[in-house]
T-cell receptor, first 113, second 112 residues
């Protein structure tokens, strides 16, 4: 089975722009979670989607949003980028979310200048 | 709230055993995980343990869980230079809906 894929792998944006990141889960997995990883804060949960519905959300501002499509692929969007949004964004997929092992993609490295 | 603590650094000699420790606070955790992250890469699942188990062995990896003290450890036998990476402990508590709580990670350095 193919693993979790994320595109693009690297992105450079400037402050004020917006960005969309994509995640394709492992085939058959219906839950997709997104995390932000920074040196200072570590790994922080952004949100989780299951069957096109957001079921859980972390403590991030409304500039961070996401969605999930009927094929379980997910996108996250960050609007009005700030320097502090520079991070590695990781997505993880699992069968159903709670109590299931999460498998991570390679991440998208976002740099905001 | 939920919190997971790990020591930040560990240095060992090649061939020795490495023990990475983790403490967690949520007593309702159902699964506890160990992930490995190499530079520039995502997280690779190493192993996990269900909260009603005390120990799990998987080749060179041994996970010990002390539920009373909320302490989890990962032992890597015969540590190799390729084991150098950051190791994250994570808990998945009941009803978390896809939200794993991670520690800050332990950077393991293996010296030849």
């Amino acid at each position: 089975k193919a693993g979790v894929t994320q595109t693009p792998r690297y992105l450079i944006k400037t402050r004020g722009q917006q960005v969309t990141l994509s995640c394709s889960p492992i085939s058959g997995h219906r839950s997709v979670s997104w995390y932000q990883q920074t040196p200072g804060q570590g790994l922080q949960f952004l949100f989780e989607y299951f069957s096109e519905t957001q079921r859980n959300k972390g403590n991030f501002p409304g500039r961070f949003s996401g969605r999930q499509f009927s094929n379980s692929r997910s996108e996250m969007n960050v609007s009005t980028l700030e320097l502090g949004d520079s991070a590695l964004y990781l997505c993880a997929s699992s069968m159903s979310g709670s109590g299931d092992t999460q498998y991570f993609g390679p991440g998208t490295r976002l740099t905001v200048l | 709230g939920e919190d997971v603590e790990q020591s930040l650094f560990l240095s060992v000699r090649e061939g020795d055993s490495s023990v990475i420790n983790c403490t967690y606070t949520d007593s309702s955790s159902t699964y506890l995980y160990w992930y490995k992250q190499e530079p520039g890469a995502g997280l690779q699942l190493l192993t996990y343990i269900f909260s009603n188990m005390d120990m799990k062995q998987d080749q060179r990896l041994t996970v010990l869980l002390n539920k009373k003290d909320k302490h989890l450890s990962l032992r890597i036998a015969d540590t190799q230079t390729g084991d150098s990476a950051i190791y994250f402990c994570a808990e998945d508590y009941g009803g978390s809906q896809g939200n794993l709580i991670f520690g800050k990670g332990t950077k393991l350095s293996v010296k030849p």
